[in-house]
């Protein structure tokens, strides 16, 4: 008996609200992840904060400072919590299961990708506590619509990106994990987390162009702080790269996976841990 | 004193062999260029958006300096902990390493000798890109060898003995031992004012602040290297009060850690942690 069309819609979003499911709950269980995952980014944004403040700078930098940290949380679930995430199963041994199931492979990166965003998203609650109260800074949103907008975006994009690292990962064993610590910092740098990106010049543009993380930071803090952020682009044409970034690496992510699939069963390495 | 002396000196090889031969240059390349290398850039990008605002490029010189050398707490003192995730969850050899003769105490110190060596590797590779191409300079004629090297000394000895205490948590809290690294690792970094002075803490941390070593640590490298201090409130110090109160700090944590270590290492193999494997 064939499936029809709604069959395996229904199978695939079926499959996405499971694994969304268990990324939410699993999360909520490891008290240990919480305090990684919400607190230490805040931890290290304070310690920036308290740069600009020593070096004497105008307090709108620590407001750039801020929505950097809180954006970092969501590049570090992107890395460790999709990227890295084929990896972890390939350790603890579940990831044939990924690809004996009858769903597509995409709804179960989708459903990772939704729960990591919902579940970070409650996470960066500490950080904005921490920004906000704590350490006092300020926004004035021009329009709370288009900031939704930019987040939506910037979070597809930033995914998508996710994905495609996690069909690259598939073929490494340990080499992942360092990967992804490598491309913590030097990300952040690149992206001008902690500074707006245009101090970078050339070499800023080139690096929004590759990682939307930098992108979606600029046009955020351009809505939440103005002229202040000292933006790259104008906000309407970080939407637009954002958006081509988001079609691109999805794309990618879907080409990267099913080629990566066949050659790891080749070569055997779908299976193999430690290697 | 000749047995203590060979066990260490065969951890530190049998650690060589694990940092080295049996990792590629990858590993070298991103714990000790790309992620050191990576913050350094934040630090300098931060400090040239600010530069036209009265940012001063000598009270910036002075948090990257610290910055630089907080490398030795992230791999010596930090690794500690790693080096216990390593041997029970990736290797799983702790329980082997945990009944030899060599004792966990002195493999951990001789482990830590190739991740001094690393740590060092990278302090240098910051502050020649500092000086090279951020243009972090300072006036060399105000440096002291004499208060730089018995600060330094002291310094690595407060990292080695706080490793031990990151280690026995280690030891007792499997599953949450990763973030704890991490998370000690960042807490130093904000609470001894690596990257700001310490004047700036809220009331209660900075007290707190003034309990660590490495703050006074951090104090001590800037004032033997760039002659300035960056905290208002440790520059009223004379210099012999500023290694009084290293050194105090660091020989009450010494013998804490110690003994801390060794509790926590009785809990564990109480708890039967030892081979606890969580991860995979």
Same mark, same amino acid.
């Given at each position: 008996?064939?499936?029809?069309?709604?069959?395996?819609?229904?199978?695939?979003?079926?499959?996405?609200?499971?694994?969304?499911?268990?990324?939410?709950?699993?999360?909520?269980?490891?008290?240990?992840?919480?305090?990684?995952?919400?607190?230490?980014?805040?931890?290290?944004?304070?310690?920036?904060?308290?740069?600009?403040?020593?070096?004497?700078?105008?307090?709108?930098?620590?407001?750039?400072?801020?929505?950097?940290?809180?954006?970092?949380?969501?590049?570090?679930?992107?890395?460790?919590?999709?990227?890295?995430?084929?990896?972890?199963?390939?350790?603890?041994?579940?990831?044939?299961?990924?690809?004996?199931?009858?769903?597509?492979?995409?709804?179960?990166?989708?459903?990772?990708?939704?729960?990591?965003?919902?579940?970070?998203?409650?996470?960066?609650?500490?950080?904005?506590?921490?920004?906000?109260?704590?350490?006092?800074?300020?926004?004035?949103?021009?329009?709370?619509?288009?900031?939704?907008?930019?987040?939506?975006?910037?979070?597809?994009?930033?995914?998508?990106?996710?994905?495609?690292?996690?069909?690259?990962?598939?073929?490494?064993?340990?080499?992942?994990?360092?990967?992804?610590?490598?491309?913590?910092?030097?990300?952040?740098?690149?992206?001008?987390?902690?500074?707006?990106?245009?101090?970078?010049?050339?070499?800023?543009?080139?690096?929004?162009?590759?990682?939307?993380?930098?992108?979606?930071?600029?046009?955020?803090?351009?809505?939440?702080?103005?002229?202040?952020?000292?933006?790259?682009?104008?906000?309407?044409?970080?939407?637009?790269?954002?958006?081509?970034?988001?079609?691109?690496?999805?794309?990618?992510?879907?080409?990267?996976?099913?080629?990566?699939?066949?050659?790891?069963?080749?070569?055997?390495?779908?299976?193999?841990?430690?290697? | 004193?000749?047995?203590?002396?060979?066990?260490?000196?065969?951890?530190?090889?049998?650690?060589?062999?694990?940092?080295?031969?049996?990792?590629?240059?990858?590993?070298?390349? #991103? =714990?000790?260029?790309?992620?050191?290398?990576?913050?350094?850039?934040?630090?300098?990008?931060?400090?040239?958006?600010?530069?036209?605002?009265?940012?001063?490029?000598? +009270?910036?010189?002075?948090?990257?300096?610290?910055?630089?050398?907080?490398?030795? #707490?992230?791999?010596?003192?930090?690794?500690?902990?790693?080096?216990?995730?390593?041997?029970?969850?990736?290797?799983?050899?702790?329980? =082997?390493?945990?009944?030899?003769?060599?004792?966990?105490?002195?493999?951990?110190?001789?482990?830590?000798?190739?991740? $001094?060596?690393?740590?060092?590797?990278?302090?240098?590779?910051?502050?020649? /890109?500092?000086?090279?191409?951020?243009?972090?300079?300072?006036?060399?004629?105000?440096?002291?060898?004499?208060?730089?090297? #018995?600060?330094?000394?002291?310094?690595?000895?407060?990292?080695?003995?706080?490793?031990?205490?990151?280690?026995?948590?280690?030891?007792?809290?499997?599953?949450?031992?990763?973030?704890?690294?991490?998370?000690?690792?960042?807490?130093?970094?904000?609470?001894?004012?690596?990257?700001?002075?310490?004047?700036?803490?809220?009331?209660?941390?900075?007290?707190?602040?003034?309990?660590?070593? $490495?703050?006074?640590?951090?104090?001590?490298?800037?004032?033997?290297?760039?002659?300035?201090?960056?905290?208002?409130? /440790?520059?009223?110090?004379?210099?012999?009060?500023?290694?009084? +109160?290293?050194?105090?700090?660091?020989?009450? /944590?010494?013998?804490?850690?110690?003994?801390? $270590?060794?509790?926590?290492?009785?809990? +564990?193999?109480?708890?039967?942690?030892?081979?606890?494997?969580? /991860?995979?």
């Amino acid at each position: 008996m064939s499936r029809t069309v709604a069959d395996v819609l229904a199978l695939n979003a079926r499959a996405t609200v499971a694994r969304a499911y268990v990324r939410i709950v699993g999360s909520i269980r490891e008290p240990a992840w919480i305090v990684g995952d919400a607190v230490l980014p805040a931890l290290g944004m304070c310690a920036f904060v308290l740069l600009y403040r020593g070096l004497g700078a105008p307090k709108s930098y620590e407001t750039l400072a801020v929505l950097g940290g809180i954006l970092s949380t969501y590049w570090i679930n992107v890395l460790w919590g999709m990227g890295a995430q084929l990896y972890w199963e390939k350790q603890q041994g579940q990831l044939q299961l990924y690809f004996a199931a009858p769903c597509s492979r995409m709804a179960i990166f989708t459903g990772m990708a939704l729960g990591g965003v919902f579940m970070t998203t409650m996470r960066t609650v500490f950080s904005i506590v921490m920004g906000f109260g704590v350490l006092g800074v300020r926004v004035h949103p021009e329009s709370p619509l288009l900031l939704v907008l930019v987040f939506v975006v910037t979070m597809v994009a930033l995914y998508a990106l996710g994905m495609t690292l996690s069909s690259l990962f598939l073929l490494y064993g340990r080499e992942a994990w360092h990967l992804c610590n490598a491309m913590q910092e030097p990300v952040y740098f690149l992206s001008g987390l902690y500074f707006p990106i245009r101090t970078l010049g050339a070499l800023g543009g080139v690096a929004a162009g590759l990682i939307p993380l930098g992108l979606g930071l600029d046009a955020m803090r351009q809505v939440l702080v103005g002229e202040a952020a000292h933006g790259l682009l104008p906000v309407s044409i970080e939407i637009g790269l954002l958006s081509g970034l988001a079609v691109v690496f999805m794309v990618l992510a879907r080409v990267a996976l099913a080629y990566l699939e066949n050659l790891s069963k080749r070569e055997g390495r779908l299976t193999q841990r430690w290697q | 004193v000749r047995a203590l002396a060979a066990r260490v000196k065969l951890s530190a090889w049998l650690g060589w062999q694990i940092e080295s031969n049996w990792a590629d240059p990858l590993t070298f390349i #991103v =714990y000790s260029v790309l992620r050191p290398v990576g913050t350094a850039l934040i630090l300098a990008g931060m400090f040239w958006t600010v530069a036209g605002h009265g940012a001063r490029p000598e +009270a910036f010189a002075a948090f990257y300096v610290a910055n630089a050398f907080h490398e030795y #707490v992230v791999r010596v003192l930090i690794g500690m902990g790693w080096i216990v995730v390593e041997e029970r969850e990736e290797y799983e050899t702790l329980r =082997y390493v945990y009944v030899s003769p060599v004792g966990l105490l002195n493999y951990l110190t001789g482990r830590s000798a190739v991740k $001094f060596a690393l740590a060092t590797t990278s302090v240098v590779l910051i502050l020649v /890109l500092g000086w090279t191409l951020l243009g972090v300079r300072w006036d060399l004629g105000l440096v002291r060898p004499g208060l730089f090297a #018995v600060s330094f000394v002291i310094g690595l000895v407060a990292t080695l003995f706080v490793g031990f205490i990151v280690a026995g948590w280690a030891l007792v809290l499997p599953r949450a031992a990763i973030n704890l690294n991490e998370g000690i690792g960042v807490g130093l970094y904000l609470l001894c004012g690596v990257i700001f002075p310490i004047d700036l803490l809220p009331h209660g941390f900075r007290e707190l602040s003034l309990l660590v070593p $490495f703050t006074y640590w951090y104090e001590a490298l800037r004032r033997s290297l760039l002659g300035r201090s960056a905290s208002t409130l /440790l520059a009223s110090w004379s210099d012999a009060q500023l290694l009084g +109160a290293l050194a105090g700090s660091t020989i009450v /944590l010494a013998v804490v850690s110690v003994w801390a $270590f060794h509790a926590l290492e009785r809990r +564990a193999r109480r708890l039967g942690r030892l081979d606890h494997s969580t /991860l995979f």
